[in-house]
């Protein structure tokens, strides 16, 4: 089953602040917490949510960031943490 992927526009790699959590993965920990998992915060859990491809934190610069903007379905998203 295809799923969107959450694309980060908020422009923070280029001023140097790459975020390391957000309210999806601040939900998934506490929701993780709730289930007994004791070594599963936010950002671990965020770090996850980019390796799986959730999340695409990569730089506009990168071939990458085009490859999955042409070839998955994305949300654009915008969170403040």
């Keep these: 089953m295809e799923r969107e992927r959450i694309l980060n526009t908020e422009g923070?790699?280029?001023k140097g602040k790459v975020p390391?959590?957000?309210l999806l993965s601040d939900?998934?920990?506490?929701?993780l917490?709730?289930?007994g998992f004791k070594y599963m915060g936010s950002i671990t859990v965020y770090s996850h949510l980019q390796a799986c491809g959730i999340i695409n934190d990569h730089?506009?610069?990168c071939f990458r960031y085009h490859d999955i903007l042409e070839?998955?379905?994305v949300?654009?998203?915008r969170?403040?943490?």
Aim: hydrophobic residues 15%; glycine residues 0%.
């Design 71 to 73: 070839n998955y379905p």
């Design 79 to 81: 969170e403040k943490v």
């Design 27 to 31: 939900e998934i920990s506490r929701d």
């Design 12 to 14: 923070r790699h280029q």
């Design 59 to 61: 730089r506009e610069n």
């Design 20 to 22: 390391a959590r957000n």
């Design 33 to 35: 917490k709730r289930r």
């Design 75 to 77: 949300v654009r998203k």
